[in-house]
């Protein structure tokens, strides 16, 4: 992909990481003179609904949202091949995850100062009816002036709809460890923000979800 142009616009430089549906890359948006990070849907995903369906509800939730610790959508398009893409704001210090890689556990005046802005990322999403499900340190992105951004709205749905984290029976949507031990109600949902502070400050991995196996509805 390096060195390829997406959608005639987005000049694709460098991988930048990848997930379960899609890979993210650095590209240049030759249209309006800037850097994004494009995440493209994976091509074996293509022709499954459900998957095409779920990338695109990413881009629809977070272009819902503006707030300065929530990473911005740009755009979302497909090309002529049928390739998938959301062109999102590029945060280039990289994840929480990486940085506690790289520097160690948080101390505590971190670990509060980005937990402060996450939630309140997360309060604006769920006063516009977008409740995110995923709140991990692998989604939380954080600035070269250590600023924090929520990322990936991929399985974020209304905050209207079902309330806990199935999305048909025996579906379980987010990561184990950072979601409450029984079925995540909305008044669980603050355990994901303290599990993901509490996995960043500690150097034991969460447990804070891991159930024997999922339940099922």
Do not use: C
């Not at 800037?34 to 990413?58: I, T, Y």
């Amino acid at each position: 992909m390096q060195g390829s142009v997406v959608d005639n616009r987005y000049d694709i430089a460098r991988p930048l990481g990848s997930g379960g549906m899609g890979e993210v890359y650095l590209a240049h948006d030759m249209t309006l003179g800037r850097d994004v990070a494009l995440k493209l849907l994976r091509s074996q995903f293509a022709n499954d609904r459900e998957s095409a369906e779920r990338f695109k509800r990413e881009a629809l939730s977070a272009a819902r949202l503006s707030h300065p610790n929530i990473v911005q959508v740009y755009d979302r398009g497909d090309t002529e091949d049928g390739t998938s893409y959301i062109a999102m704001e590029y945060v280039p210090g990289g994840t929480l995850k990486d940085r506690i890689v790289r520097d160690g556990p948080l101390d505590s005046e971190a670990a509060a100062s980005f937990g402060y802005q996450v939630a309140g990322a997360l309060g604006v999403a769920h006063s516009r009816g977008v409740v995110h499900r995923d709140i991990k340190p692998q989604n939380v992105l954080i600035t070269a002036s250590g600023e924090a951004k929520v990322a990936d709205f991929g399985i974020a749905r209304a905050a209207s709809a079902t309330t806990d984290s199935h999305t048909k029976t025996g579906t379980v949507m987010g990561t184990a460890g950072y979601m409450s031990p029984s079925r995540p109600s909305a008044s669980r949902r603050p355990r994901r923000v303290t599990s993901t502070l509490w996995v960043s400050s500690s150097t034991r991995p969460s447990r804070a979800g891991s159930p024997s196996r999922p339940r099922t509805r």
